[in-house]
């Protein structure tokens, strides 16, 4: 595999910031884009600092759709991966009482993501290479009370991915879905998590980096999840719509 | 939470707070009497607090290097495993390094770590060029010996009391390779071995191994292990194909607490073969990554789990140059007629020493670990009795058993003066430990 730059999309993140770690490592030069990247001037030097990778800061916001396109243009480079790390988690009690900030959840976890990869498709469908990386979550496998606002735009996340990975199957453009799961990062740091069930950042950024090396289509960051995910899956409705899980 | 230290007893229920920068960091250091703690080296309860723990590991980033000093700055919560696995391909190892390299830099500066070498080149705080701390105040006040001299000091071996330590400046050393020139010395007791190191002055790392469970004639009888930072030249070609290994992955694991009675088994056969094949051999000399000659126990991914449930402890003395001959035959009579401690114990020559509240002093200190009961806990006080006896001082990084009192009758001076110093910068009020508190810092 050849060492070209990697973006990562919403890099502030935990997850975001040790998928940088595990691609630096290897050599990789990275492309940090998020909102105010300025402020990530520290984890920048980090990098570079450790790796010895060319590190660059890009200002990124998700949601101004119409500049995206221009965002792009400005890479130094057209990078060879790029990782869609963008989210928010919301706060599902009050975002139901709030139908415009529920609008504002589902558009950052799906609408801005997906305009952004579909871009970048383009792109690396034209160049004839590439591998785009989407973060999506496994609350997006079946609306649950506690956050389908997150879930359901996940759930679309995860079908678009799905549905690029089947476009762009034969033109040497690799679309990989990650469902990570429960991690321990700042999003979910006032939740209480099982922690048999829980991934630590450097996890999913280590098994996201397997996976665009095995051209894996979907993974689960702890195997586990795979098994939940099946046994969420399959309890019937009219059961489900009564439990509290 | 429920937190231990490495030898995980005591566990505490503490409150846990993890602040990502310098404001969330004040805030937690403002809300009560507090404590940072790293990565949980530290055996006893030096880094737990019931009401206020502060993990410093999301302060995880380094800041500088400058490749013509090999000076490193990076803030606290950054691992020394993380500053071999980038600068050792570069030529560079740690100047002082414990025999773990999952400790945080912070943990280095609170317990002003020692090493193989310190007989040469001190403690860690010798590598040390300064040091950013927040103080009492929740202000960040940059130290080192030439300025705010006084907190630098009390900070190197202070245990986290005098502030929290939030940016190291250290210097790297620059190496040749990642492997290490050991020679391996038979002693056949402890005269012998402590001759061994007396004539050895000029090795830049040793430490022995000790039978804690021979006696009479063999009493102490020991491993002394030298080693020299291999050059490139003098490398065997297997190894020089090969100039910085990397770690390889942690094959071995303790997937849970083992019942007690394992670890002797084990250690004891390990030894005896060693033992044997040296004796039989003569001095031999071999070549040995970097890893495996410093932290031989790291690739046993949670060893501390062989001690079971109950946990362990730790026991580290340093005794003086004069009473070390002496008092170390009283120690090794004592642990190995009452059959508790673990079948090795760790014995190492210290260089000079001056500093503060730092744990070194010049002589020979002598380390192992005892499963945890209740006869341990009283042979372990017995020996903080024999140490204050000969003038020595106990390791307050190991420590989790001693009390106000034993740790006055060894180190009365520096004790009183360190509770000055923490009174007068308000320190006393702001940062403490489960230990300080056992200890009535």
Redesign the interface.
């Known amino acids: 595999m050849s060492i070209g730059p990697v973006l990562i999309l919403g890099a502030r993140s935990d997850i975001a910031l040790a998928t940088a770690h595990s691609y630096a490592e290897l050599g990789h030069p990275i492309q940090l884009a998020a909102r105010k990247s300025e402020t990530l001037q520290?984890?920048k030097?980090?990098l570079e600092?450790?790796?010895?990778v060319q590190v660059t800061l890009h200002d990124f916001d998700v949601l101004d759709l119409e500049n995206q396109a221009e965002f792009i243009d400005a890479l130094p480079e057209l990078p060879e991966i790029a990782v869609c790390a963008v989210g928010v988690l919301g706060d599902q009690d009050s975002d139901e009482q709030d139908h415009l900030a529920a609008v504002q959840v589902m558009r950052a976890n799906y609408e801005g993501p997906a305009s952004i990869l579909a871009l970048l498709a383009n792109r690396f469908e034209q160049r004839g290479s590439g591998t785009l990386v989407g973060i999506s979550s496994v609350a997006g496998e079946r609306g649950r009370a506690t956050n389908y606002i997150y879930g359901s735009a996940k759930a679309g996340f995860t079908a678009f991915l799905s549905g690029l990975r089947n476009r762009l199957a034969n033109t040497g453009v690799h679309v990989v879905t990650v469902l990570p799961g429960f991690v321990d990062t700042?999003m979910t740091?006032n939740l209480d998590l099982p922690n048999k069930l829980t991934a630590q950042p450097s996890e999913v950024g280590e098994a996201i980096v397997r996976a665009t090396r095995k051209h894996k289509n979907v993974i689960y960051v702890k195997p586990i999840w795979a098994l939940v995910m099946t046994v969420i899956r399959y309890i019937p409705e009219p059961l489900f719509k009564k439990m509290r899980i | 939470m429920k937190l231990s230290g490495w030898g995980n007893f005591p566990v505490v229920d503490c409150q846990l707070s993890r602040p990502r920068n310098e404001e969330e960091l004040a805030n937690a250091v403002m809300a009560s009497r507090a404590i940072a703690r790293g990565n949980g080296r530290a055996y006893g309860d030096s880094a737990l607090s019931r009401t206020n723990t502060i993990d410093m590991r999301k302060f995880n980033h380094m800041l500088s290097f400058d490749p013509e000093t090999g000076q490193l700055v990076a803030e606290a919560g950054v691992l020394l495993s993380d500053i071999i696995a980038a600068f050792l391909p570069r030529g560079w190892f740690p100047a002082v390094t414990p025999g773990t390299r999952f400790v945080s830099l912070g943990g280095m500066v609170a317990a002003d770590v020692h090493g193989k070498n310190h007989h040469i080149d001190g403690s860690f705080g010798n590598c040390v060029d300064w040091l950013d701390v927040m103080t009492p105040d929740g202000e960040i006040m940059r130290c080192s010996r030439a300025e705010n001299t006084e907190l630098f000091e009390w900070t190197m071996g202070g245990m986290g009391l005098t502030g929290v330590v939030l940016r190291v400046a250290l210097r790297l050393r620059s190496v040749e390779t990642g492997w290490i020139r050991q020679t391996t010395h038979v002693a056949q007791n402890l005269d012998d071995a402590i001759d061994l190191f007396e004539d050895t002055l000029d090795a830049t790392y040793s430490v022995a191994w000790i039978d804690c469970l021979s006696t009479g004639e063999t009493l102490g009888r020991s491993l002394v292990m030298l080693g020299e930072h291999a050059t490139l030249d003098e490398l065997p070609g297997t190894c020089r194909a090969n100039r910085f290994p990397s770690v390889t992955a942690q094959k071995l694991g303790v997937p849970f607490n083992l019942p007690g009675f394992c670890l002797n088994q084990y250690s004891v056969r390990a030894f005896n073969a060693l033992y044997y094949w040296n004796g039989q051999r003569g001095d031999t000399t071999s070549y040995v990554n970097w890893n495996s000659y410093f932290y031989p126990l790291d690739s046993i991914r949670d060893w501390n789990r062989i001690y079971g449930r109950k946990g362990f402890a730790q026991f580290q003395c340093v005794l003086p140059l004069d009473s070390a001959r002496a008092g170390l035959n009283e120690m090794l009579k004592e642990i190995s007629e009452s059959g508790r401690g673990s079948f090795l114990a760790v014995l190492k020559r210290f260089g000079q020493q001056d500093s503060r509240f730092s744990f070194p002093m010049e002589g020979y200190t002598l380390a192992l670990d005892f499963p945890m009961s209740d006869r341990s806990v009283s042979l372990i006080q017995k020996l903080g009795q024999m140490t204050a006896a000969h003038g020595g001082r106990i390791y307050l990084a190991k420590d989790s058993i001693m009390d106000a009192q034993s740790l006055r009758a060894t180190d009365a001076t520096r004790v009183s003066e360190f509770e000055r110093i923490r009174h007068n910068s308000g320190a006393a009020e702001r940062f403490a430990s489960v230990q300080s508190e056992r200890l009535k810092l």
């Open positions: 520290t984890a030097e980090d600092i450790r790796y010895q700042k740091e």
